[in-house]
């Protein structure tokens, strides 16, 4: 018996095929996103860590845990005794990143998390991993400055200094490319949450806007459009000078 080889002409074979948006999706899900993924791991990990150690709450819900993790200018400046004779030396500067590492709840840590998740996946798949991490980072750390310039009193922590660096970055990466934001969600997204830091009670003013600041700057160049080219030095340098920027002034406002 004689096997027969099925034969498509080239017009079908064209039609058969996927439209474009639809194979960039697909060739899009193939593309590894492991900085999106490690960092959700190690904000969970940290949020599960101190749920596991620190029974003993401060005031208001705040841990011993938070306080030594968290950020505050007072602290910084000046240190902190605790009841149990313990104290924290000032100068802590790890405290810049640590406390965009720590959430007050679960609900904080979901909703920084589903963003983080939401805006890394896209973020890491068109800027690559490297230059999202370095995206991040500049981002934590422009909102920490903010905390430090901005925000009075208490310990501020968690991950949406970061997140909003993130958002704001791909909003103006997305009106550079002539998108109109407000059609992807991202644009009403960060709307919403602005309007959000501005009328709630006990939501970082600082953290929030420095980090959506620290980000935009990053985004204007990282994410330029293809019809208007930056050097590929810039999409590295970009995120590097608001790390060191944001560094140096941190140093400078506590004193």
Same mark, same amino acid.
């Given at each position: 018996?004689?096997?027969?080889?099925?034969?498509?002409?080239?017009?079908?074979?064209?039609?058969?095929?996927?439209?474009?948006?639809?194979?960039?999706?697909?060739?899009?899900?193939?593309?590894?996103?492991?900085?999106?993924?490690?960092?959700?791991?190690?904000?969970?990990?940290?949020?599960?860590?101190?749920?596991?150690?620190?029974?003993?709450?401060?005031?208001?819900?705040?841990?011993?845990?938070?306080?030594?993790?968290?950020?505050?200018?007072?602290?910084?400046?000046?240190?902190?005794?605790?009841?149990?004779?313990?104290?924290?030396?000032?100068?802590?500067?790890?405290?810049?990143?640590?406390?965009?590492?720590?959430?007050?709840?679960?609900?904080?840590?979901?909703?920084?998390?589903?963003?983080?998740?939401?805006?890394?996946?896209?973020?890491?798949?068109?800027?690559?991993?490297?230059?999202?991490?370095?995206?991040?980072?500049?981002?934590?750390?422009?909102?920490?400055?903010?905390?430090?310039?901005?925000? *009075? %009193?208490?310990?501020? #922590? @968690?991950?949406? =200094?970061?997140?909003? $660096?993130?958002? !704001?970055?791909?909003? /103006?990466? &997305?009106?550079?490319?002539?998108?109109?934001?407000?059609?992807?969600?991202?644009?009403?997204?960060?709307?919403?949450?602005?309007?959000?830091?501005?009328?709630? *009670? %006990?939501?970082?003013? #600082? @953290?929030?806007? =420095?980090?959506?600041? $620290?980000?935009? !700057?990053?985004?204007? /160049?990282? &994410?330029?459009?293809?019809?208007?080219?930056?050097?590929?030095?810039?999409?590295?340098?970009?995120?590097?000078?608001?790390?060191?920027?944001?560094?140096?002034? *941190?140093?400078?406002?506590? #004193?």
């Amino acid at each position: 018996m004689q096997a027969t080889v099925g034969s498509h002409c080239l017009d079908c074979a064209k039609a058969g095929r996927p439209d474009t948006a639809t194979r960039v999706r697909h060739a899009a899900a193939t593309v590894l996103t492991p900085v999106t993924y490690t960092l959700i791991a190690l904000n969970v990990a940290v949020f599960v860590w101190m749920a596991a150690t620190s029974t003993n709450s401060l005031s208001g819900g705040v841990t011993k845990a938070h306080a030594r993790l968290g950020l505050s200018k007072q602290i910084l400046r000046l240190g902190v005794s605790y009841s149990d004779g313990t104290y924290d030396s000032p100068h802590e500067w790890w405290r810049l990143v640590t406390s965009g590492f720590i959430h007050f709840g679960v609900f904080h840590l979901l909703m920084n998390m589903l963003l983080l998740y939401q805006l890394g996946m896209l973020l890491e798949r068109a800027i690559g991993s490297t230059r999202l991490a370095l995206l991040y980072t500049a981002s934590l750390l422009a909102g920490s400055l903010g905390v430090l310039l901005v925000d *009075s %009193g208490g310990i501020t #922590g @968690g991950a949406s =200094g970061a997140v909003f $660096g993130l958002m !704001a970055g791909a909003a /103006v990466g &997305l009106h550079r490319r002539g998108v109109n934001v407000f059609s992807t969600g991202i644009g009403t997204t960060l709307l919403i949450n602005l309007l959000l830091t501005f009328t709630i *009670s %006990g939501i970082s003013i #600082g @953290g929030h806007v =420095g980090g959506a600041l $620290g980000g935009a !700057a990053c985004g204007f /160049v990282m &994410l330029a459009p293809s019809w208007k080219p930056l050097p590929k030095w810039a999409g590295w340098a970009a995120p590097t000078a608001v790390i060191v920027v944001s560094l140096v002034a *941190s140093v400078l406002v506590v #004193g």
